[in-house]
């Protein structure tokens, strides 16, 4: 069974501060996806990663994935309080796709 | 585009009840999931359908039935509630397996009391 770990579980900081979060597995994915989750909403799809060492950049949010493709990171710069939430980190294992338990992020003003 | 709608919003129900929870995509995407979030576990599959008809169990189907008898629509059935399924339940639709990402419903708060 896969098993995605994700670190911090909570976070919480001041705006305009920089934060990295991360997912890791023991076994290697196809691909990665990255969703937020604000409170009493469904998770939203932010990026989807697919080659080893792959950066991708949404306006603040910069994603990587792993080399070995066993782990991926979410870096926010200067966050905001718009960018509270859970993020969720979710692998594709080819017959299994799981999520991750999720970072809490919270952006204090 | 209303993307995947879940109803109902939330419910409340006594042990041994029965219930369905609905849900509809507009998207006409094949494939579509359910899942249950709990605190500290994530998200967790419990039954998913990879087009019109056809229907396969996740990680956690034991209590919980499903039909997809048109592609839009997926519905997922308690027969006989208990406390251990008080939960958020996200129903999620996507065009592919995993790589064009999955678009979810605002979810239904269920409690079994």
């Known amino acids: 069974t896969q098993l995605l770990e994700q670190s911090p579980q909570f976070l919480s900081i001041q705006e305009g501060e920089n934060l990295t979060v991360y997912c890791n597995s023991s076994?290697?994915?196809?691909?990665l996806q990255w969703y937020r989750q604000e409170p009493g909403e469904g998770p939203v799809l932010l990026v989807t990663?697919?080659?080893?060492?792959e950066v991708k950049k949404l306006k603040r949010l910069t994603f990587q994935f792993g080399d070995a493709r066993k782990d991926s990171s979410l870096h926010i710069t200067a966050a905001q309080p718009g960018d509270t939430g859970l993020y969720l980190c979710?692998?594709?294992?080819?017959?299994?796709?799981?999520f991750g338990p999720g970072t809490r992020l919270s952006v204090l003003p | 585009n209303a993307g995947v709608t879940q109803t109902p919003k939330f419910r409340v129900l006594k042990t041994g009840q029965s219930m369905t929870l609905l849900c509809a995509q507009d998207?006409?995407?094949?494939?579509m999931y359910w899942y249950r979030q709990d605190p500290g576990m994530g998200l967790r599959l419990i039954h998913y359908?990879?087009?019109?008809?056809?229907?396969a169990k996740g990680e956690v189907p034991d209590g919980y039935n499903v039909s997809r008898l048109k592609k839009q629509n997926f519905l997922l059935g308690l027969e006989s509630a208990a406390p251990s399924q008080t939960s958020v339940y996200f129903c999620?639709?996507?065009?592919?397996?995993?790589?064009?990402?999955?678009?979810f419903g605002s979810g239904t708060r269920l409690t079994v009391v």
């Open positions: 999620a639709s996507s065009y592919s397996w995993a790589i064009g990402g999955y678009t």
């Open positions: 076994s290697v994915f196809s691909s």
């Open positions: 990663v697919v080659t080893g060492g």
């Open positions: 979710a692998g594709d294992y080819g017959q299994n796709f799981v």
């Open positions: 998207m006409n995407h094949e494939y």
């Open positions: 359908s990879v087009g019109e008809g056809t229907t």
